[in-house]
């Protein structure tokens, strides 16, 4: 649970990073707020990168050096096995490194792509002081000092207005956002299968490192079980909690909602509470990760260019269709 309650610590750090501050920030004060995120976010991904490939070239180790197998403590087939199963594992350890740098340099969208694609639509005028209490008021950004359509929100880490917001993510460094939400979401997706796997092999090498103990040196058998114990507790504590964030991201994808605004949800007095749901968890999906659902595990783009379908409330879908079409 401690690894967990950590990373979702680290969200809830993010996520607070990216919600407005308003005037109750002078600009030194936000500056520095500023400049001690983006040395959190530089120190949390070198972490991340160091557990990734501590556990990755650890686990490679286990299976194609330290393993008794290649002292002849094992049945061919058993010591065949080793080298397809570093090769899986280290499949999606390139494909979580490639979601991950996606994540990071991919831009998330922001307000300007709404403009571009739906021109139709017109965007709110400007919203006074006075007026602030409106409804109004919510799409008008007075930071960026332009408009701020539904489901658009202004991130006070990056001071940019980001198209369907669901966090600033410090793992990335980057928000999360329409245009990279399936990237951040498969890297979650690879980094908890390849540390479940890994773990699994951790735990088979430590029960062939044990009964065949007599072919190794007492120091040997001290540097490898070091070395593997932390690769092992590594991968686990990633899975675990890599995994909680996983079914949490995929949980909201369900219901077309982001972090953001299921926290806001929570606050009806305070937001204003709209359902963009089009009632169908398989379009709720779709509008996640795409239309065809065969690729939703790929690590290709699904948000090529913008939908209406993002945007509709429910009830509103089928509508939206046909505008596009």
């Known amino acids: 649970m401690k690894p967990m309650i ?8 993010g996520l607070s990073a ?3 501050r308003g005037a109750s920030l002078s600009a030194q004060e936000n500056a520095r707020r500023v400049r001690s995120i983006r040395y959190a976010e530089r120190v949390i991904m070198v972490v991340v990168e160091f557990v990734i490939w501590f556990a990755a070239i650890t686990c490679n180790l286990a299976l194609l050096h330290w393993d008794p197998c ?8 058993s010591m065949g096995m080793n080298i397809p199963e570093a090769l899986f594992l280290d499949s999606f350890v390139v494909l979580l490194q490639s979601m991950y740098l996606a994540a990071m340099f991919v831009k998330p969208g922001s307000a300007s792509d709404w403009a571009v694609e739906r021109p139709d639509l017109p965007f709110p005028s400007y919203v006074s002081p006075e007026d602030s209490a409106s409804d109004e008021a919510e799409l008008w950004c ?8 539904r489901r658009v929100h202004h991130c006070s880490s990056c001071e940019v207005c980001v198209a369907k917001l669901d966090h600033h993510c410090l793992w990335t460094g980057n928000c999360v956002g329409v245009r990279n939400h399936k990237y951040f979401t498969l ?3 690879y980094v908890t299968i390849a540390c479940s796997f890994g773990t699994g092999l951790f735990i088979r090498f430590w029960m062939r490192l044990f009964r065949a103990r007599a072919l190794y040196s007492r120091r040997e058998i001290v540097r490898i079980a070091v070395l593997t114990y932390f690769g092992g507790v590594m991968a686990f504590a990633v899975a675990l909690a890599v995994g909680g964030l996983l079914v949490r991201n995929i949980f909201l994808a369900c219901l077309n909602q982001t972090t953001l605004e299921s926290i806001q949800k929570r606050q009806p007095g305070r937001f204003q509470v709209v359902n963009y749901s089009t009632g169908s968890i398989y379009r709720n999906l779709q509008h996640a990760f795409g239309h065809d659902f065969l690729l ?12 209406s379908a993002f945007w509709s409330h429910r009830g509103k879908h089928d ?6 079409s």
């Open 142 to 149: 007075k930071r960026c000092r332009a408009a701020k359509p």
């Open 6 to 13: 950590l990373a979702g610590c680290i969200e809830i750090w």
């Open 70 to 77: 290649w002292r002849g403590s094992c049945t061919g087939s």
């Open 319 to 324: 509508r939206a269709r046909k505008r596009e």
């Open 18 to 20: 990216s919600l407005p």
């Open 296 to 307: 939703w595990p790929v690590p290709v783009s699904r948000h090529a260019r913008l939908s």
């Open 187 to 189: 890297f979650l997706l």
